[in-house]
């Protein structure tokens, strides 16, 4: 049994580095994602007559956000939404978007980091080449990131990337890689359903200009 739990726990491992990275380049790319969303929503808005309600002259009101909350892409009236610019299967209006749940930082977490802190801080970096010292750096940012996100996924990674050993098997870090694989896992498939990765992902400027009408449609009472 021990050893079918330590093959678990390397698999895990892997797992969760691959899906930290993956994780990684969705959030890059739906950040600038949404920039461009947002520009070409000022266009269609203008041209349905609504430009004031998303970004009104005055600030009497805000304006309506663009969110990965209301990112889902919802029926439209009498009509499904374009199959082909949707990733994946077509998420229906009830379907709400689940972000990861903001927690006290782990006990797991904070561990490593100092683990982490204690070859990577800039204090220890004397004697290393410019090279060497310049490679942790940068993953000391990575890990004060990691540690202010309570991210255990990327927190292992840069471990990794270091050379640290993670443990022994056991089960409760098994239990607790795979918390953090489905963590990253619901995180990623939540940004595929958000209007701004939908309108990245199409293929047309047909669908993307009427992905950005349904999302008018949608916000607006």
């Not at 349905?48 to 970004?55: C, I």
């Not at 990131?145 to 927190?155: F, V, Y």
């Not at 939540?190 to 209007?195: D, F, G, L, N, P």
């Given at each position: 049994m021990s050893a079918l739990l330590d093959i678990e726990y390397r698999k895990l491992l892997a797992e969760v580095d691959f899906l930290s990275s993956n994780l990684e380049y969705h959030e890059a790319v739906i950040e600038h994602a949404k920039k461009e969303f947002e520009e070409h929503l000022k266009e269609v808005a203008k041209e349905?007559?609504?430009?004031?309600?998303?970004?009104p002259e005055e600030n009497t009101a805000p304006p309506p956000p663009i969110t990965e909350e209301e990112g889902i892409v919802p029926h439209e009236k009498n009509e499904p939404p374009p199959s082909e610019s949707a990733p994946g299967d077509s998420p229906s209006p009830e379907e709400k978007i689940q972000q990861p749940e903001k927690k006290q930082t782990r006990k797991?977490?904070?561990d490593l980091y100092r683990r982490?802190?204690?070859?990577?801080?800039?204090?220890?970096?004397?004697?290393?080449?410019?090279?060497?010292a310049t490679r942790r750096k940068k993953l000391f940012i990575k890990a004060t990131?990691?540690?202010?996100?309570?991210?255990?996924?990327?927190?292992q990674q840069v471990a990794i990337e270091l050379g640290i050993d993670l443990g022994e098997a056991s089960a409760a870090r098994v239990i607790l890689l795979r918390d953090e694989a489905t963590k990253m896992r619901d995180r990623i498939r939540?940004?595929?359903?958000?209007?701004a990765w939908i309108w990245h992902e199409a293929k047309?400027?047909?669908?993307r200009k009427h992905i950005l009408?349904?999302?008018i449609n949608q916000v607006l009472p």
């Open positions: 349905e007559g609504v430009y004031d309600n998303f970004f797991e977490v904070k982490i802190v204690s070859e990577t801080h800039p204090d220890k970096l004397l004697g290393l080449s410019e090279q060497e990131a990691a540690l202010e996100k309570d991210d255990l996924g990327r927190m939540s940004i595929k359903k958000t209007y047309t400027e047909k669908d009408k349904m999302y």
